[in-house]
């Protein structure tokens, strides 16, 4: 599918983006932490826990991208895109998520693919159903790790409300999706569909995966790993500020700037995430300006990352930045056909043999 300009003027959301950021950033300096407290906190840091960090990240991209792979494998049928290519289109997808507002980069991984499968009949729809799919997958490790969170962090009794609401919301929606995967959607995808009920269709699509169990497996333990090399790279964060504390408050940490990043206002959400890091950690002893700096860096080393990551492949599948602007839409995906009604209306073309 070939991308489609925007309804709405880029610039006019760019300009909505870069005033929210503006007023963020006056408050931030007004009502902020003592950024001389701030700046004294990068004087300590430790960079070889840095380089560790940063090293922890990629692994963890890596790992995704392969369980990404193993969801498309099932949701489309081969020839299936090699493991450069998909690897290459989620870090495109990295990149645009960290520097624009949205999810631009859910969209912006199908794109890189296809264009590599231009012939490929509804393969735009089953990308979207497999990023969706991909996501729902993140469900089962995020789960297990609110609930270890519960189960032995010091958590602000004003957080512990939300946490528990997230943990009963995730249990649910995991339920409701993975029993809608294991039947193949038996109603016609057609252009008439709202959007909502698009979206639903096209994930259903891609949790083909959920059909197959050594491939959900597989997906699964890709996801798991991903997540705990994210957390060993929080920890290994908090070791490079100097804040030696156990492996709980990094799981605190990292539930924390997730939750915080769920609805992307601005770029980053800067400013609103690590005050959502700082605040707990004080109830571990670290003060609050030390903590902001922590956030700071901890965002600065997850950046680096999918930016840095980001640029090269985006500049190797010779695409630009005003390009992953004027992504279209989920709910503007084309959609495959239904394959039964296909199939029978292939049995319908064949003439019927008479017998001789």
Same mark, same amino acid.
């Given at each position: 599918?070939?991308?489609?300009?925007? @309804? =709405?003027?880029?610039?006019? !959301?760019?300009? #909505?983006? *870069? $005033? /929210?950021? &503006?007023? +963020? %950033?006056?408050?931030?300096?007004?009502?902020?932490?003592?950024?001389?407290?701030?700046?004294?906190?990068?004087?300590?840091?430790?960079?070889?826990?840095?380089?560790?960090?940063?090293?922890?990240?990629?692994?963890?991209?890596?790992?995704?991208?392969?369980?990404?792979?193993?969801?498309?494998?099932?949701?489309?049928?081969?020839?299936?895109?090699?493991?450069?290519?998909?690897?290459?289109?989620?870090?495109?997808?990295?990149?645009?998520?960290?520097?624009?507002?949205?999810?631009?980069?859910?969209?912006?991984?199908?794109?890189?693919? @296809? =264009?590599?499968?231009?012939? !490929?009949?509804? #393969?735009? *729809? $089953? /990308?979207? &159903?497999? +990023? %969706?799919?991909?996501?729902?997958?993140?469900?089962?490790?995020?789960?297990?790790?609110?609930?270890?969170?519960?189960?032995?962090?010091?958590?602000?009794?004003?957080?512990?409300?939300?946490?528990?609401?997230?943990?009963?919301?995730?249990?649910?929606?995991?339920?409701?999706?993975?029993?809608?995967?294991?039947?193949?959607?038996?109603?016609?995808?057609?252009?008439?569909?709202?959007?909502?009920?698009?979206?639903?269709?096209?994930?259903?699509?891609?949790?083909?995966?959920?059909?197959?169990?050594?491939?959900?497996?597989?997906?699964?333990?890709?996801?798991?790993?991903?997540?705990?090399?994210?957390?060993?790279?929080?920890?290994?964060?908090?070791?490079?500020?100097?804040?030696?504390?156990?492996?709980?408050?990094?799981?605190?940490?990292?539930?924390?700037?997730?939750?915080?990043?769920?609805?992307?206002?601005?770029?980053?959400?800067?400013?609103?995430?690590?005050?959502?890091?700082?605040?707990?950690?004080?109830?571990?002893?670290?003060?609050?300006?030390?903590?902001?700096?922590?956030?700071?860096?901890?965002?600065?080393?997850?950046?680096?990352?999918?930016?840095?990551?980001?640029?090269?492949?985006?500049?190797?599948?010779?695409?630009?930045?005003?390009?992953?602007?004027?992504?279209?839409?989920?709910?503007?995906?084309?959609?495959?056909?239904?394959?039964?009604?296909?199939?029978?209306?292939?049995?319908?073309?064949?003439?019927?043999?008479?017998?001789?």
């Amino acid at each position: 599918m070939k991308l489609r300009a925007a @309804t =709405r003027s880029p610039w006019v !959301r760019l300009a #909505a983006v *870069a $005033t /929210l950021a &503006g007023v +963020v %950033a006056v408050l931030l300096w007004k009502r902020g932490p003592d950024w001389g407290l701030v700046a004294d906190a990068f004087t300590v840091v430790r960079w070889e826990w840095v380089v560790a960090a940063i090293g922890l990240n990629l692994l963890s991209v890596v790992v995704r991208a392969f369980a990404w792979r193993t969801v498309i494998n099932q949701a489309m049928p081969p020839p299936h895109p090699d493991a450069r290519l998909v690897f290459s289109a989620f870090s495109v997808g990295l990149f645009a998520n960290a520097v624009l507002p949205g999810r631009v980069g859910e969209l912006a991984r199908v794109a890189v693919l @296809t =264009r590599k499968l231009p012939s !490929r009949e509804g #393969a735009w *729809a $089953t /990308l979207v &159903g497999s +990023v %969706a799919a991909h996501r729902v997958f993140d469900l089962v490790p995020v789960l297990l790790l609110v609930v270890w969170v519960l189960l032995t962090a010091r958590i602000p009794h004003w957080a512990i409300t939300s946490l528990e609401a997230l943990a009963a919301i995730g249990v649910t929606l995991a339920a409701v999706l993975f029993f809608s995967a294991s039947r193949h959607p038996g109603q016609r995808i057609d252009q008439g569909l709202g959007p909502v009920r698009r979206v639903i269709l096209l994930t259903r699509y891609g949790l083909g995966v959920m059909r197959a169990p050594v491939a959900a497996g597989i997906a699964l333990l890709f996801q798991c790993l991903g997540w705990l090399l994210q957390l060993l790279a929080v920890w290994a964060t908090m070791r490079a500020f100097e804040i030696r504390l156990e492996l709980a408050a990094a799981g605190l940490v990292l539930v924390l700037m997730n939750i915080a990043t769920i609805l992307p206002l601005w770029p980053g959400n800067v400013g609103l995430l690590q005050a959502a890091i700082a605040l707990p950690l004080v109830h571990y002893g670290v003060s609050y300006p030390r903590g902001f700096a922590f956030g700071l860096g901890l965002q600065a080393i997850e950046a680096s990352v999918g930016i840095g990551v980001g640029l090269i492949f985006l500049a190797r599948e010779g695409l630009s930045f005003a390009m992953l602007r004027v992504m279209p839409e989920a709910t503007q995906a084309e959609l495959p056909q239904d394959e039964p009604r296909a199939e029978e209306a292939a049995r319908d073309r064949t003439p019927e043999r008479v017998p001789g």
